[in-house]
């Protein structure tokens, strides 16, 4: 939503531009206990002047995230691939069942800012 990606094919990752208004990459509903994937670990490369990304959750029978469903974490904005492993538990919020994440890779997108993303995957701690 408010972003757009270079379209097919896709080739190991896929590469979305951040120029519009509050992009925002979102999952498609699925749906997991926040007790049995307590982290998100995204894989990806920023290139933009921004310096924090933000992890939404939507809970099972809610419309849309709400403001409390988040956590914010720091990013490298140099263009190289990161792994970012982002503790959802953390945030009061995160439990019960969960039905779609969001993310938001920057705040506000401007020309130029863009995120090659590798990979999105819930997980329990190591």
């Not at 990304?53 to 849309?64: I, L, P």
Request: net charge negative; proline share 6%; aromatic share 10%.
């Amino acid at each position: 939503m408010n972003a757009h990606d270079k379209g097919w094919p896709i080739t190991g990752a896929l590469e979305v531009q951040l120029d519009s208004d509050d992009p925002q990459l979102l999952s498609p509903f699925s749906f997991w206990r926040a007790e049995e994937a307590p982290l998100v670990v995204i894989e990806c490369a920023f290139k933009t002047a921004h310096q924090t990304a933000t992890v939404f959750w939507q809970r099972y029978g809610e419309t849309s995230p709400g403001a409390e469903d988040a956590v914010e974490f720091p990013i490298a904005s140099d263009g190289e691939f990161h792994q970012y492993k982002v503790d959802l538990a953390s945030a009061p919020s995160y439990k019960g069942g969960l039905v779609r994440l969001r993310f938001d890779p920057v705040a506000a997108g401007t020309a130029g800012d863009s995120i090659t993303l590798k990979s999105v995957k819930l997980t329990k701690r190591d």
